[in-house]
C-alpha cells in the first residue's frame, strides 16, 4: 500500500518515521509538501535512517496514495 504525509514538519517526519520502523505497513511512503527540498532532506534521512525497511520513502508535490495523513497545521499570514 502507498501511504501519503501531507506535511513534513515534526510531527509528518515522526509520523514517517513510525511507518518506516513498523516495517511491512506499507511498501511506499510519499512525503508531499510546498518545501521540496526539506521533503526530499526528510525522505533522505529517513532512507538512511532505516536501510533494512522494506518501505521506499520519496517525496513529491503531488501523488496518488491509498491514504492519506495530513500533518499540516494552517499557517497564518504574516
Given amino acids: ?3 501519503g504525509i501531507v506535511g513534513v ?3 509528518g517526519a515522526a509520523t514517517a ?3 518506516v520502523e513498523r516495517g511491512g505497513t ?3 511512503i ?3 509538501d510546498r518545501d521540496t527540498p526539506r521533503a526530499d532532506g526528510v525522505a533522505a534521512d ?3 535512517a532505516a536501510p533494512l525497511s522494506p518501505a521506499l520513502v520519496t517525496a513529491s508535490l503531488r501523488e ?3 491514504a492519506v495523513a495530513s500533518a499540516r497545521r ?3 499570514p504574516p
Avoid: Q
Wanted: include cysteine; aromatic fraction near 4%.
Fill in 1 to 3: 500500500m502507498k501511504v
Fill in 17 to 19: 518515521l513510525s511507518l
Fill in 26 to 28: 506499507c511498501r511506499e
Fill in 46 to 48: 529517513l532512507g538512511f
Fill in 64 to 66: 496518488s496514495c491509498r
Fill in 74 to 76: 494552517r499557517r497564518r
Fill in 9 to 11: 514538519g515534526a510531527v
Fill in 30 to 32: 510519499v512525503l508531499i
